[in-house]
């Protein structure tokens, strides 16, 4: 097995690629915001990239896609106050809080 597949098989490897994949969608997305009708190839790419990332790690859909939804919010906080100078508010970290906690829930609990 290769390095990466075992690196893909533990529950870090795959919340590192979720990590990844989100990060550029979160780039992609602030360039459309900041260029709405502006085409820009950039932004293509980063959007196509992170579709291929996003479905590396081997978990079932919804597994994938509500972990992911996590990373999403948690990367977007991040960006929104660097490329757009908005801070967030105390509604988005209570929200945020609770989309955390179930992103926690979703990878960690063991049926």
């Excluded at 690196?7 to 915001?33: I, R, T, W």
């Excluded at 820009?40 to 972990?67: F, H, I």
């Excluded at 990367?75 to 105390?90: E, L, S």
Aim: proline fraction near 6%; aromatic fraction near 12%; charged fraction near 10%.
């Amino acid at each position: 097995m290769s390095f990466a597949l075992r690196m893909l098989s533990q529950p870090a490897g795959a919340f590192a690629v979720l990590v990844l994949a989100a990060v550029l969608e979160v780039l992609d997305d602030s360039c459309f915001q900041s260029g709405f009708y502006r085409p820009v190839s950039a932004n293509r790419a980063a959007a196509l990239l992170a579709g291929a990332v996003v479905n590396v790690p081997r978990w079932d859909l919804g597994r994938l896609l509500g972990v992911y939804v996590v990373v999403f919010f948690v990367a977007a906080q991040i960006v929104n106050p660097i490329r757009f100078g908005h801070a967030p508010t105390p509604p988005i970290y209570a929200g945020g809080a609770f989309i955390v906690a179930g992103g926690l829930v979703m990878m960690f609990w063991k049926i």
